[in-house]
């Protein structure tokens, strides 16, 4: 077994038995610049904290798999610099060469099993990109859902991707994608769009006895909670519609392919929104922290 090394709080949290909630390092490292990106992950951990449940911010640092990290690591990721980006495939690499990496979805899914942990906050899952039928495009995180039993709450995914082909391959892999408190599947930085979520729940209790029911039914894989983001925050569907298609229109004159077009489409799209889409990503985020510390110790409660 690979040598996890935890944090005060998460090792004190596993000892009581108590919730814990994982969270990523993407959102540090490649997310925002120092010191906003520490700021941030900061407050999302503490409203964790406020909310009942202990935060687990997983990362590898020097080859060492971190679950929970304290303070001063967190500030010294904030401010490191060519930090790998790793997933399923490349996590082991990192792990075994001794070098740092931020953890995606899949990534942090991973660990969190690794940890015992069964739920994880984040704020959008990667999806099939526009254009996958030629390129191929699609992120390993729809396949680590298929596996991996992790429930994972996000604002549903990126805005950018093409949704309905994202539904369709979690509806294939039977992946239960399960819409929180509304009918929509929720797009990211937009409340609401104009696609059916396959599954509605009302509760975090309910959500965590749908996975509590996965797992005695022996069923591989996580669930999908799609969070909507608070209206107050929202960019509404509409008024991104051009702005996500212009910077597209960009990438591919550019010739951007590969990793690099998530990075590219983000960061165009809070240029051409006057970092509206930040904003916006902070709060669903902070939302999805609070509603994950919630299923968390709903899980705690069922299995006590």
């Avoid at 010191?35 to 449940?53: C, Y």
């Avoid at 690591?73 to 792990?95: E, F, T």
């Avoid at 975090?204 to 909507?228: E, V």
Wanted: charged content about 15%; glycine content about 8%; hydrophobic content about 50%.
């Amino acid at each position: 077994m690979i040598d996890i090394q935890y944090s005060s709080e998460v090792r004190a949290a596993k000892a009581a038995g108590t919730a814990i909630v994982a969270l990523e390092s993407t959102i540090i490292t490649h997310g925002m610049p120092f010191p906003q990106n520490v700021e941030v992950a900061a407050q999302v951990e503490q409203d964790i904290r406020d909310a009942g449940a202990t935060p687990a911010t997983i990362a590898v640092i020097k080859g060492v798999l971190h679950v929970g990290l304290e303070a001063d690591q967190l500030q010294a990721l904030g401010q490191a610099k060519n930090v790998a980006k790793v997933s399923r495939a490349d996590m082991p690499v990192c792990i075994a060469m001794g070098q740092t990496g931020a953890t995606t979805v899949a990534a942090t899914m991973i660990a969190a099993d690794l940890a015992g942990i069964a739920v994880f906050a984040t704020g959008g899952i990667g999806g099939v990109h526009k254009g996958a039928e030629t390129s191929f495009d699609i992120s390993a995180d729809l396949l680590e859902l298929t596996q991996t039993p992790v429930t994972v709450v996000a604002a549903g995914a990126k805005a950018i991707l093409d949704i309905p082909k994202t539904l369709e391959i979690l509806e294939t892999q039977g992946v239960p994608v399960i819409s929180y408190g509304q009918d929509s599947f929720p797009a990211f930085w937009s409340a609401q769009s104009d696609l059916m979520a396959p599954l509605c729940l009302n509760s975090a209790a309910d959500i965590a006895r749908a996975q509590d029911t996965r797992r005695a039914m022996g069923l591989p894989g996580g669930q999908l909670i799609a969070n909507p983001i608070p209206l107050d925050a929202e960019i509404p569907a509409a008024d991104l519609a051009p702005v996500i298609a212009q910077a597209q229109s960009e990438a591919d004159a550019k010739g951007v392919s590969g990793k690099a077009v998530t990075p590219f489409l983000l960061q165009r799209i809070f240029e051409l929104t006057e970092g509206r889409s930040l904003t916006a990503n902070i709060a669903l985020v902070r939302n999805n922290a609070r509603l994950a510390a919630e299923i968390a110790k709903e899980l705690v409660a069922l299995n006590s």
